[in-house]
């Protein structure tokens, strides 16, 4: 059985539609790749009580649970606060953070706002990373994480040998173009019975020319089963009298 | 006081990494724009137990609830299902709408998979749309809509006269090139402190040329507060001896 995986994204400006998020699908894939597949996202934004909450729910609920946003050094970036609070440990300043951020910035520029960068819980495993001197964050099964893309890209990848793993995910997509999803309906719901570990979707797309059909798209860790349902999506595409295409056929 | 929004992004596709997703940041924007503004966004898989049980977690705590993806013709659309279960009702067909589909494709072709895009929880009233024959629905608080971008916009368009509405959240944006978020930390967070009904975010960004600095965002629905927390802001950036800006300086 894979482990799994939560994302907490924290951030009023996902919620209010100022910044396009681009955190989720960058740690779907890499958890993907890694057998610790993401099972659920929750958005919400820099409210105390809302982060607790939710940082308690999901780490009882999933095995590991990652958070981006709100470790800077504004009166906004609460996320070290709260989740000491939801561990029940103390919010101090971390020695060895504190003097690389004071080397950087020099003593007399050190303030009182750059501080709240080196607070960490009490017991929590900086995440030091190539591309910010400020640290996330490892405790217990969470790991906080900068909401900045470039961050906390490299932040996941500093993290990434403690995590847990398991089976890669991979997929198997076939493409048919002038296909309704409805007219394969029924033959993928069969062959989705007949591989019950595997995750069968259909998803239909529609071209810049207008011309659109379905992408169907077989995932799982097991490569024989992947391997036997994708041939048998093949097959369920070539007889309604279209051709199966592998990659995604562009106008 | 604002009714409050939260959205449920139904689909595998989103967690796997396979789609990035594109509705989040429409609903968002729009839901600001009438004064509803989303409180929480929760991203789950096509799974029964879950969508029933945070369909039902979320029409208790928020004034209204939007789910898209999963209402189409394959085994894993399962949405109007599960939010009938929500509702204690059962799924049937709805005429008016199972009418629309068969003379779409006609009395031959409207089989049993197109039949489920009619199927609607008892009470339900279909949400008609200029995209697509299939519904979504509103049943309660909750608006079932489709998970492809165009379709969903259409949806919400369509939908929208129904919503309730509050005060529009309006924003403000001052960009500054060259400082650091840690330098206007202070200051910002004793402008918040004035205007405690407003939501300030600090963004930190950074130009394809490597300059970077930050864009502060004053948020709220008081036109009179947002102005002069907004020229509390600009003059904080003064004070820096740098120039505020009002749209993102480009490289």
Same mark, same amino acid.
């Given at each position: ?9 924290? #951030? &009023?400006?996902?919620?209010? =539609?100022?910044?396009?998020?681009? &955190? ?23 409210? /105390? ?56 910035? =020099? ?39 900068? =909401? ?16 847990? /793993?398991?089976?890669?995910? @991979? ?39 207008? /011309? ?7 995932? #799982?860790?097991?490569?024989? &089963?992947?391997?036997?349902?994708? @041939? ?20």
């Amino acid at each position: 059985m894979n482990p799994t995986s939560a994302l907490i994204v924290i #951030g &009023n400006e996902i919620l209010s =539609g100022r910044t396009q998020d681009a &955190n989720i699908r960058f740690l779907a894939t890499h958890l993907g790749d890694i057998g610790a597949p993401l099972k659920e996202v929750r958005i919400i934004p820099d409210v /105390r009580e809302t982060i607790i909450t939710t940082v308690n729910e999901m780490k009882a609920r999933y095995d590991q649970v990652f958070t981006t946003g709100g470790i800077g050094p504004t009166h906004d970036d609460i996320t070290s606060a709260c989740v000491a609070e939801a561990f029940g440990v103390p919010l101090e300043l971390h020695a060895e953070s504190a003097a690389l951020l004071e080397d950087h910035y =020099g003593k007399d520029q050190f303030t009182t706002a750059r501080q709240r960068m080196a607070m960490l819980p009490r017991g929590a495993t900086p995440i030091k990373n190539a591309a910010s001197i400020a640290p996330g964050f490892s405790i217990g099964n969470v790991h906080v994480m900068a =909401g900045v893309p470039s961050i906390m890209q490299a932040m996941f990848h500093a993290v990434s040998p403690t995590l847990r /793993r398991g089976q890669p995910i @991979q997929s198997k997509t076939w493409y048919a173009l002038g296909i309704y999803e409805s007219v394969i309906a029924a033959a993928l719901e069969a062959v989705q019975n007949r591989y019950p570990d595997l995750d069968l979707g259909s998803y239909p797309f529609k071209r810049a020319d207008g /011309r659109g059909g379905v992408a169907l798209v077989a995932k #799982g860790s097991d490569p024989a &089963n992947l391997a036997a349902a994708s @041939q048998a999506i093949h097959d369920l595409i070539a007889a309604t009298g279209e051709t199966p295409i592998e990659g995604e056929p562009k106008a």
